[in-house]
């Protein structure tokens, strides 16, 4: 396993911009980080862990929550064992705790939806929107 770092999380007005950080730390050889499958997971207050985005390890495919689509990028530096959430036109229906997760994975195409597949999960970060 890796530990993770979320950073960026803030308050911003609707239809402002974040962008997360997930910085990858411990078993963070380049080669290593870059067999991970990431994924970008948001909760807000009272409701279940979804989905925001996730990118496979070649960077080559990714997948967004409908929700997210065409406001939210998810982008990868393995040079940094980084991987970043670009957030765009946000809403106050975005507002929650957002989380990086990790999955170990030999599939250089893999990329994972549910939390299942993840080994391992950052503290998360706040993120919220005001109207």
């Known amino acids: 396993q890796v530990q993770l770092a979320e950073s960026g999380g803030g308050l911003v007005q609707a239809g402002g911009s974040l962008r997360l950080s997930c910085a990858a730390s411990?078993?963070?050889?380049?080669?290593?980080?870059?067999?991970?499958?990431m994924g970008w997971f948001r909760q807000a207050h009272g409701k279940e862990r979804e989905l925001v985005a996730s990118i496979s390890w070649s960077g080559g495919r990714s997948y967004y929550g409908d929700s997210v689509k065409g406001r939210f990028n998810i982008s990868r530096d393995d040079t940094k064992n980084t991987v970043y959430l670009q957030m765009n036109n946000l809403k106050p229906d975005d507002t929650a705790v957002y989380y990086c997760a990790a999955a170990l994975t030999s599939s250089s195409s893999s990329v994972y939806r549910s939390g299942n597949n993840y080994d391992s999960w950052g503290q998360g970060t706040q993120v919220t929107v005001s109207s």
């Open positions: 411990g078993r963070t050889s380049t080669n290593y980080f870059s067999s991970l499958s």
